[in-house]
């Protein structure tokens, strides 16, 4: 996908921080070894940071009617994925000696 000037939504939004000398020092480094700004660095990797956590969330809240979908679901049989078998019998570069 191709992304073009028209394409990216205005930052509406100022998040406001304290870092410590080492740290921004720390960041600056980090972000220009990637060629990144300061800004895209700290948010691209604060984002990351927050989907990694919100994806390993242990306890769901469901309504009545997806927690019916979702046992729905538990309860299905196994279907056999043969590609999937595949994948995971063929031995992979690093089992190779």
Known sequence: MT????????????LNLRASS???SLIREAADTVGKTM?????????SKAEEVLADRRHFVLDDDAWARFMEALDRP???????????ETPSVLDRS
Do not use: G, H, N, Y
């Open 3 to 14: 992304v073009t000037r028209s394409s990216i939504k205005p930052k509406e939004d100022r």
């Open 22 to 24: 080492r740290q921004t």
């Open 78 to 88: 196994a279907r056999a994925k043969p590609r999937l078998k595949e994948l995971l």
């Open 39 to 47: 800004t895209d660095f700290v948010l691209d990797s604060a984002c």
